[in-house]
């Protein structure tokens, strides 16, 4: 059974940095490609960024280029988003996804999703 779990949320000043995690089980992380996406309230879910099953290739949605970093660990089946310089409208429910299609995960249309962490940026 595939899982996702991401973690890391929580609520957050303004210009500090987040660290999300989206731990794996029950499938071959490494064959995966893996994205993370947020919702605001009221707004539809968007890409924010996506990682390869290597590793090797990163995408960034334009907002968020310069100040978020998507990584993995296969040794750990763990997808990381590294978040710095936080804005108030950076708060969202994040998500990961995986699929073995990359182009699955670039329009938002993975077959596996975690359930989402919340982030608030305060100030």
């Known amino acids: 059974q595939v899982q996702l779990l991401e973690s890391g949320g929580g609520e957050v000043q303004a210009g500090n940095s987040l660290r999300l995690s989206c731990t794996a089980s029950?499938?071959?992380?490494?064959?995966?490609?893996m994205g993370w996406f947020r919702q605001a309230p009221g707004k539809e879910r968007e890409r924010v960024a996506i990682i390869t099953l290597n590793g090797a290739v990163t995408e960034y949605t334009d907002a968020v280029k310069g100040r978020f970093t998507i990584s993995r660990d296969n040794a750990r089946n763990t997808c990381y988003l590294q978040i710095d310089s936080l804005k108030f409208e950076d708060t969202a429910v994040y998500y990961c996804?995986?699929?073995?299609?990359?182009?699955?995960?670039?329009?938002?249309?993975?077959?596996?999703w975690g359930q989402g962490t919340q982030v608030t940026v305060s100030s």
């Open positions: 996804a995986a699929d073995r299609s990359f182009a699955a995960v670039l329009s938002g249309t993975a077959k596996s």
């Open positions: 029950g499938f071959a992380f490494n064959s995966y490609n």
